[in-house]
């Protein structure tokens, strides 16, 4: 073999070395700084977020998207009220984002597959409640509902994100 072809072949090594080694190394400071802090640790859930399920609640970006989807809700109108929701997003740089769901029925909402940024990931989702109503959660009709998460609800979230219950006594994480 040529000294050329070796070289060739040792400098094609170093790269594919580097290029394993380096997201390793990339990810490592996140690792050790969560590992040696036990509050930073004990915030960072299933999917790896650093963001507690009440900073996800509070952001402003996520505040006036579950707003938005309690206008839509028609909650006032007996006729017409139904459920809205969407997913929360949190991308690469820790931003937080929200893609609604197509409209739901009177007591359910069905998610759509979520496609969050490139880097990002799915840290929670939202619906609203629109027919529970104080103080005893009955309606016009006398059916009276139940506050806050359903079981359903709680068994279709995904594990480690946060559920956000919106109705008109106010917000419900789960
Ligand atoms: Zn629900």
Not at 1 to 11: P, Q, S
Not at 74 to 93: C, F, K, L, P, Q
Not at 96 to 107: A, E, I, T, Y
Not at 138 to 158: C, H, I, L, R, Y
């Amino acid at each position: 073999m040529k000294v050329k072809t070796r070289l060739f072949i040792a400098i094609f090594c170093v790269l594919l070395a580097c290029l394993s080694w380096s997201p390793a190394v990339l990810a490592l400071p996140a690792t050790i700084e969560a590992a040696g802090d036990p509050a930073i640790a004990g915030q960072i859930g299933a999917l790896a977020t650093n963001k507690t399920p009440e900073e996800i609640a509070n952001d402003p970006v996520v505040k006036a998207a579950i707003q938005a989807a309690w206008e839509d809700s028609s909650a006032d109108n007996a006729t017409t009220r139904h459920e809205e929701g969407g997913w929360i997003y949190e991308d690469a740089d820790g931003n937080l984002s929200v893609q609604r769901w197509p409209s739901g029925n009177r007591s359910s909402i069905d998610a759509p597959p979520p496609t969050p940024p490139p880097g990002g990931q799915v840290v929670g989702e939202f619906h609203t409640h629109p027919n529970w109503q104080p103080p005893d959660g009955k309606d016009e009709d006398g059916k009276t509902w139940k506050q806050g998460p359903s079981d359903s609800d709680k068994n279709a979230k995904t594990p480690g994100t946060v559920g956000i219950i919106k109705d008109r006594s106010g917000t419900q994480t789960y």
